[in-house]
């Protein structure tokens, strides 16, 4: 297995990071004015238009015969995968070092960075059209769905990079550490049977685990792989295509996604380097031992003397006047034993 050296990867993103994009709301016209400087090491096309006519891009680079398919914002409201890959962009594009350059020697990726605008724009899940993306891989009634399938009957590849954002309930199961990166190889039937395909994805997946563990121990969780007969990762397994699921997190005091954004980047270049050095990937020993995801975190508890009082609230982004805004609203929980809140405010009985 070849691991990264954190050192190395570290200093890699200190250097190629895009200071240009920063936060959770990342539009179009964001990554649109980036585009220019990737020009010379990249094939960048337009491979399509969102429901509201906006433009789809891809990217395109490497030589090699393994065939690597990455996409960003399915949902338009989790940009932390697209973030991670234009720093990954300035890697290739500045010839960062040899083993990023044999990533492109050996592999040819294509890369989505962001497959819903409108979503992105109007900072949604869902499209134009309120159709979710990620649940729409048989029907493809939505635009940006058959572009993707089009793209990735065409291009054949052998592992696909599914890059989401998960909420900030989630923590690792049987700690009160945040889950900053979650992994899933998807399922492909109910079952959840081990096929040749998920024990690929599984493989490159403990690779970008042992990486992480290293950096930070304990933040990384593995998400559901209860089987959603719509969803894209799991049709993408069923049909062939071994599909990396990451969920980018949340880390303490970290809501504008900009650490996650860090250890997101780790996780992709790892687990492309994993792809590149190995021929072997039908060893997913380690797998089932990255601990579940594990709904424990409200953003805000107020803890009271009686804890049958305590309060959790959670953040809601939205849109206000042309600014991501976030605001607090007070959840609906009867019982709060056993969860944790990224923030406590604790309240002491009065003193007589």
Known sequence: MGILKSEIIKSIYNSQKENNLFGKWIVFADIQKLFEKHQEKFEISKIGESENNNPIYQFKIGSGKKKILLWSQMHGNESTGTKALFDLFNCFSNNVNDKVNLILDECSLIFIPMLNPDGAKAYTRVNAHSIDLNRDAVDRKAKESKILRTVIDDFKPQFCFN??????????????????ISFLAPSEEVSRAITKGRKETMNVIVAMNSSLQTMIPN??????????PTATG???????????????GHYPNDYNREVSREYTFYSILQGLYHITTENDFSNEEGYFSIPNNDKIFYDIIHRYPNPDNDEAFQYKDLIIEDKLVSKLEKVEEEILNGKVGHHEIVFERPKN
Do not use: C, W
Request: hydrophobic content about 30%; proline content about 2%; charged content about 25%.
């Open 219 to 228: 933040h990384i969780g593995r998400y559901s792989d209860e089987f959603y």
């Open 234 to 248: 799991d049709n993408f397994q069923k049909l062939g295509y071994n599909t990396i699921l990451i969920e980018s």
């Open 163 to 180: 890059l989401h954002d998960q909420r900030t309930i989630f923590g690792v199961e049987g700690t009160k550490n945040p889950a900053t």
